[in-house]
């Protein structure tokens, strides 16, 4: 079976405050992907990233970064320098092979960024 | 290159009435899937289709939904009759192996019970 949980429901910062998201993952494919996506208050999903489980790099992209660890089963998800445009709910999500690659969710954190 | 088309984008129904929504993937795309959102919560898979087959449907209320995919391209995702708790937003999201599986999302369809 496969379990995604986002411990942090609602994240207030102030802008240009750094913000990390946390991400824990549960999983028996030894072959899996992991995903972070933004929903912002229009609704739409918005792809940010997708990580394969054979690539434990850390990754940036702007003001975002993120940090892969298998070790303790983690896909954390940090956002520098905070923006009012960053408020929006934050999914992580896990898919493998033995779903056929279908979304596992997490519940989501919502993050408000305040001027 | 068009993304992922659902329609309608909101529908509003008295409990018990039936409901379609509709999707038309991304060209090429093989594997379709439907997944359910309800307020506060991620998306929860539905129903994924691999072509015209729907491979997993172990999450579909089998009593009041369905969904077809004929001909493997576009999809129709039913309700009925509707219950106040299936006031939603249904995602459709298509995929590809020439894409390493990334899945596209629609807009969704907002669904108010009344």
């Known amino acids: 079976a496969q379990k995604v949980t986002q411990a942090q429901t609602e994240i207030s910062v102030v802008e240009k405050e750094d913000v990390t998201l946390d991400c824990v993952y549960e999983t028996r494919d030894t072959t899996y992907y992991l995903f972070w996506y933004k929903q912002p208050p229009s609704g739409e999903l918005v792809f940010l990233i997708r990580r394969n489980s054979f690539d434990e790099q850390n990754e940036i992209s702007g003001r975002y970064s993120w940090n892969f660890q298998k070790s303790t089963s983690s896909f954390n998800f940090t956002i520098t320098a905070s923006q009012v445009v960053d408020s929006a709910v934050y999914f992580c999500a896990l898919s493998g092979t033995n779903s056929g690659y279908a979304l596992n969710f997490g519940k989501g954190t919502s993050l408000l960024v305040t001027p | 290159e068009a993304g992922v088309v659902q329609s309608p984008r909101y529908k509003i129904i008295e409990k018990k009435q039936p409901v379609a929504f509709w999707c038309n993937p991304i060209?090429?795309?093989?594997?379709l899937y439907w997944y359910r959102q309800n307020l506060g919560q991620g998306p929860e898979l539905l129903i994924r289709?691999?072509?015209?087959?729907?491979?997993?449907d172990s999450q579909l209320p089998k009593d009041r939904f369905s969904a077809e995919r004929l001909k493997g391209v576009d999809s129709t995702l039913k309700i009925q009759p509707a219950e106040l708790g299936d006031s939603a937003v249904y995602l459709c999201?298509?995929?590809?192996?020439?894409?390493?599986?990334?899945?596209?999302f629609g807009p969704g369809t907002r669904l108010t019970v009344t």
């Open positions: 999201a298509s995929s590809s192996p020439r894409d390493a599986y990334e899945q596209y």
């Open positions: 289709y691999e072509n015209e087959e729907a491979v997993d």
């Open positions: 060209s090429g795309h093989n594997t």
